[in-house]
Nanobody
Framework: FVLVESGGGLVQPGGSLNLSCVAN????????VAWLRRAPGKEREGVLC???????RYADSIKGRFTISRDNDKNAVYLQMNDLKPEDTGMYYC????????????????????WGQGTQVTVSS
């Protein structure tokens, strides 16, 4: 079971990106999926998580700007990022969460299943 992220790149402040996380096959492990990010010099941070159609937000800084969605027919989870800011710069990862519901915190990595390789997002003018 492999996850592959794509969609990152260089974008100007205020721009948008839509990241994709695609699983190589259907799996119950792909029920709960989260996006995390690691900014340069900072610790990894949870962004958003989705369980079927319900989502949970972990970072206050993305409120009103980022949304998570899924297409089960395509085994895909998406992270739509709007009004990007330089502080959104970092490596973005999707991870399968091995519990039925998005956890209250994404610091417990024992709940993590497959990770993607990450996709770089750079917000700069």
């Amino acid at each position: 079971f492999v996850l592959v992220e794509s969609g990152g790149g260089l974008v100007q402040p205020g721009g948008s990106l839509n990241l994709s996380c695609v699983a190589n096959r259907a799996s119950a492990d792909f029920w709960t999926v989260a996006w995390l990010r690691r900014a340069p010099g900072k610790e990894r941070e949870g962004v958003l998580c989705i369980e079927w159609s319900t989502s949970r937000r972990y970072a206050d800084s993305i409120k009103g700007r980022f949304t998570i969605s899924r297409d089960n027919d395509k085994n895909a989870v998406y992270l739509q990022m709007n009004d990007l800011k330089p502080e959104d710069t970092g490596m973005y990862y999707c991870v399968a969460i091995l519990v039925p519901h998005c956890p209250s915190s994404l610091t417990d990595t024992s709940r993590f299943g497959a990770w993607g390789q990450g996709t770089q997002v750079t917000v700069s003018s």
